[in-house]
Nanobody
């Protein structure tokens, strides 16, 4: 199982980002995929899930700003983040099969 995140960076408050996760080594199209994040000095926090049937679930605090999606043809999962806030600053991880990637840093600052 390999998960490789990308798309993070430094963004001003109110900006947007699309995080990507390239998955390999397992049956992607039939697997649930997750995004989690870890803010500085805090524990790992679940953000969102997307299942093989396309159903999605979000942490209440980010509903309406985050959108998870998947492309089974490309073995990719995405996290679109709108209206970024400083409190969204974190390392964002893609996870599945009990494994998570190396993460991509998102920093929201003016």
């Amino acid at each position: 199982v390999q998960l490789v995140e990308s798309g993070g960076g430094l963004v001003q408050p109110g900006g947007s980002l699309r995080l990507s996760c390239a998955a390999s080594g397992f049956a992607f199209s039939t697997s649930a995929m997750s995004w989690a994040r870890q803010a500085p000095g805090k524990g790992l926090e679940w953000v969102s899930n997307i299942y093989s049937d396309g159903s999605t679930y979000y942490q209440d605090s980010i509903k309406g700003r985050f959108t998870i999606s998947r492309d089974n043809a490309k073995n990719m999962v995405y996290l679109q983040i709108e209206s970024l806030k400083p409190e969204d600053t974190a390392v964002y991880y893609c996870a599945s099969q009990g494994v998570r990637g190396q993460g991509t840093q998102v920093t929201v600052s003016s």
